[in-house]
């Protein structure tokens, strides 16, 4: 294990009267809720035990059958259905790059190492394949049927013999004019080897014959799929009658073979791992060699050969031995669609009746209609949570950079980049920081994984701003979410901040929920400008103030924080701990998570995807409950939060509690103290647990059944309680801002009154 510092955090100087009065009705209801009874004497668990601990990769599939039930339940509109069935394909192409690619990696080394769960490499690999293909069948299930209910709306998705003559004669006309110019077919003979396949690429396999002849010659098209070449599904009249390109392309072969039997034609497609491992240090230039990473990524080894149902059974064979793979194994057979990643393209179809009703994000009501200097708000009124996407991201975190660009009293900017979004702000607003003469200094995360060519362009482009580039330090991933801003302020030199649970991007803060706090308070700005200096320098600091940062102090403070949890625990003040993350993969933590709940300790946790705890064994989890939900947005929000006797802590911030995270990143989470703030995350906790649309609960075996709602009676999910509640706070702060109004005008006349008389 790391060489972990031991940290002693200071609690929170709440009184306990006051955190009990602050806390809502639903607080009282999770915290005194009804458990299993207990044996007077719990039995001896031995924690090492493998069965106490379920498998990473097999609860991360078990939260795409989650996803998969989005998309096959009634209640959600049409659209966001075939949305759900697209995020479940996406989802499993990434799984088999990184997790399967990795899995497959071990076996090479020949590690046979077993997982905390007890299963080697090959053993999870062959368990996922189960498990995959099971969801394959109820993915092209769903398929079908919202096919049908699509075509109730006049949304077809036919194949090519359904179309009359008319339709085809004009689909083949477009076809010469826009795709055939983009396709090459490549041959496959001894005088032409077998063609290199991208990944994720779909690609046709032809057989074809001589007039006249016997023998086949097979050759390859590629399907030119993409956002700047051709879409997947074509559009077949003025409607939304649609065909898939590959199948336009199949019907019209003969354009490419002329004078030749079209004999078969058959789709496949491979997915290419995408866990490259690189070693830092034994690089000259990280950014030169994430470039040559990303160069061997296009040749990776393949993980996955998906084929077409019914695929004549020797090419199946010949393309898995050409390209590697075992038969029957690797090689996977599609439905009636091959990669439903490309039905985002009907899912964003602009048919509002069947999608979700829109969202807007409010101004968050501390910041709104306040046009002051951002940095004088929070200097006045302390410390500001903001909850994306239900508060706008633009009016808040790129407000405050913005500000900060701008502010002749603002001397410095540090800021870590995970990722952030090319059409966004963030980019320009640190360019012109840094035109107007700030010290800008961006630690820019290359190694974010499908993000690195992005990052380093990105990179370059700040750089020739003269901009301080950093790429962080040699063995971790930098994964924090950070903006320091140094001002000069009337009184001397103030330190403001934004950190968050989400990246800095534009796009995904109006898909996922996150959270982040702006402040200036003094002891989070010293903490901060500590880790800015480890992060361009080199030794960390051996402690901070408030922060808990990975690698160095995060994963033994939680640690100490959970025995805490456990020593103040009585029978008649039983304690309390409530986490919500995307995962709880680390052992460490799990292990004592169990000894909390083994000591009578109530954990709930709401996890995202992967768990490895499981809740209710005798004796042991009875204490513990976990909860995940799946919306309209990616959770992706992290909450820590602990009861300690009544002095209560709250913490957020961008770290799961999965190894890599609490090892190998550089992860920052950050005291919430401030009263109001505390109630808006005890609301979120309180909601989301008590929540019962939308939300699974989980089985001592690691399952989940999906929370059942009463027969026609109004359940909202606890998104669109959230959704409510930011609009009830908008029309508070509009109603408060206009009562304000009418007493400074009624002052107004009455002061002029008094004059006049």
């Avoid at 995959?132 to 096919?147: G, T």
């Avoid at 699974?696 to 399952?703: A, L």
């Amino acid at each position: 294990m790391d060489n972990l510092e031991d940290t002693k955090q200071a609690p929170a100087k709440t009184p306990e009267t006051a955190e009990r009065k602050q806390k809502s009705s639903a607080t009282k209801k999770t915290t005194t809720r009804k458990r299993p009874a207990r044996s007077a004497k719990p039995a001896v668990h031995d924690l090492d035990k493998p069965e106490l601990y379920l498998n990473r990769e097999l609860t991360w599939l078990s939260f795409n059958r989650r996803v998969l039930q989005m998309a096959d339940d009634p209640l959600n509109p049409l659209l966001e259905r075939v949305k759900f069935l697209a995020i479940v394909s996406s989802n499993l192409d990434e799984f088999f790059m990184k997790r399967i690619g990795g899995l497959k990696q071990q076996i090479a080394a020949g590690v046979h190492k077993r997982t905390v769960d007890g299963r080697t490499p090959g053993q999870q690999i062959t368990e996922c394949y189960s498990e995959i293909r099971d969801i394959q069948v109820k993915q092209q299930s769903i398929y079908r049927n919202l096919q049908k209910l699509l075509a109730e709306k006049d949304i077809n998705l036919v194949t090519y013999g359904d179309l009359d003559q008319a339709q085809r004669e004009k689909l083949r006309e477009d076809f010469i004019r826009n795709i055939f110019p983009l396709l090459t077919p490549l041959a496959m003979d001894p005088g032409h080897p077998f063609p290199f396949i991208s990944n994720l690429a779909l690609n046709l396999l032809v057989t074809v014959r001589h007039r006249g002849g016997t023998d086949p010659h097979f050759a390859r098209i590629k399907v030119p799929v993409g956002r700047d070449v051709a879409p997947r599904f074509i559009r077949v009249d003025d409607g939304h009658t649609f065909i898939t390109l590959d199948d336009l392309i199949g019907k019209n072969l003969d354009l490419l073979f002329p004078g030749m039997e079209i004999c078969s034609c058959e789709l496949f497609r491979v997915t290419r791992n995408a866990n490259v491992e690189i070693d830092e240090e034994e690089a000259d230039d990280l950014l030169e060699m994430i470039e040559s990473e990303l160069r061997d990524r296009h040749f990776a080894p393949i993980v996955r050969l998906q084929v077409s149902r019914g695929m004549n059974s020797t090419h199946r064979g010949m393309l898995a031995a050409e390209l590697g793979l075992d038969e029957q194994t690797e090689v996977f057979e599609a439905g009636s669609l091959m990669a439903h990643h490309d039905l985002f393209e009907i899912a964003g179809l602009d048919i509002p009746e069947l999608h979700d009703r829109p969202h807007t994000p409010i101004d968050q009501p501390r910041l709104a209609h306040d046009k002051r200097n951002i940095f004088h708000i929070i200097r006045g009124r302390g410390s500001i949570l903001l909850q994306h996407p239900y508060e706008s991201f633009n009016t808040s975190v790129e407000r405050f950079l913005r500000t900060a660009s701008e502010d002749p009293k603002v001397l410095a900017i540090k800021m870590t980049l995970y990722r952030t979004s090319a059409e966004g702000n963030i980019i320009r607003l640190l360019t012109q920081a840094a035109r107007n003469g700030k010290q800008v200094a961006v630690l820019v995360e290359l190694k974010a994984r499908f993000d690195e060519a992005a990052n380093i362009r990105k990179a370059r482009r700040l750089e020739q701003s003269g901009i301080h580039v950093t790429y962080g330090v040699v063995g971790l991933k930098t994964h924090s979410k950070v903006i320091l801003v140094v001002r000069k302020d009337y009184d001397g030199l103030r330190r403001y901040a934004h950190i968050g649970t989400g990246n800095y991007h534009a796009g995904t803060a109006r898909l996922y929920t996150d959270l982040g706090m702006l402040t200036c308070d003094e002891s989070i700005g010293q903490d901060l400008t500590e880790l800015f200096n480890y992060l361009t320098g080199y030794s960390p600091p051996p402690s901070y103030r408030k922060i808990l940062a990975a690698p160095y102090t995060l994963k033994q403070a939680l640690v100490d924080k959970i025995n805490r949890e456990i020593s103040s625990h009585t029978p008649e003040s039983p304690g309390l701990i409530q986490f919500k993350m995307n995962a709880l993969e680390d052992v460490d933590i799990t292990r004592a998570l169990y000894r909390a709940t083994q000591a009578g300790v109530h954990v709930d946790l709401i996890v995202r995807d992967t768990c490895r705890l499981r809740p209710g064994l005798a004796g042991l989890s009875e204490n513990a409950r976990v909860i995940s939900v799946v919306g309209r947005f990616l959770e992706h929000s992290r909450i820590y939060y602990f009861q300690n006797g009544g002095n209560e802590e709250y913490y957020i911030g961008s770290a799961d509690l999965m190894t890599r995270n609490l090892e190998v990143r550089v992860e920052v989470v950050t005291p919430v103290e401030d009263i109001k703030l505390r109630q808006d995350l005890r609301l979120i906790l309180d909601v989301q647990l008590s929540s019962l649309r939308n939300s699974w609960e989980m089985h001592t075996d690691g399952s989940y059944t999906q929370r059942q709602t009463v027969p026609d009676q109004d359940v909202r999910s606890a998104q669109e309680t959230f959704i409510e509640l930011s609009l009830k706070r908008k029309a508070a702060a509009a109603k408060h801002r206009q009562a304000k109004l009418r007493k400074k005008l009624l002052n107004h006349f009455q002061k002029q009154l008094k004059n006049n008389t």
